[in-house]
Nanobody, 118 residues
Framework: QVQMVESGGDSVQAGGSLRLSCAAS????????MAWIRQAPGKQRERVAS???????YYASSVKGRFVISQDNAKLTLYLQMNSLKPEDTGIYYC????????????WGQGTQVTVSS
């Protein structure tokens, strides 16, 4: 069983920063690839950042250079540092995990709301 709980969402002004956290538990081999996935109003879900063993990372072009994904050494907490926030970053941010051999993210948190006002 894998569980993930996000926190850190808030309402901020454009240009501000937030750090999201995702507390993860359960079999590490079921969640060794993790991601932050955003659901913006009226848009499809978007993988904004992901991390795989070896700390290789991926960023969507819309957030590259502004967001940083990281995790602690014990793989218990996943972070998303978000800088220079824009109104288009508004949405619900989900922490998601999967076995790296799996194509789909099997485990999801409940989501945390980020609202960026201009």
């Amino acid at each position: 069983q894998v569980q993930m709980v996000e926190s850190g969402g808030d309402s901020v002004q454009a240009g501000g920063s937030l750090r999201l956290s995702c507390a993860a538990s359960g079999d590490i081999y079921l969640r060794n690839c993790m991601a932050w996935i955003r659901q913006a109003p009226g848009k499809q879900r978007e993988r904004v950042a992901s991390i795989i063993p070896g700390d290789n990372t991926y960023y969507a072009s819309s957030v590259k250079g502004r967001f940083v994904i990281s995790q602690d050494n014990a793989k218990l907490t996943l972070y998303l540092q978000m800088n220079s926030l824009k109104p288009e970053d508004t949405g619900i941010y989900y922490c998601a995990a999967r076995r790296c051999e799996s194509g789909d993210y099997d485990y999801w948190g409940q989501g945390t709301q980020v609202t960026v006002s201009s």
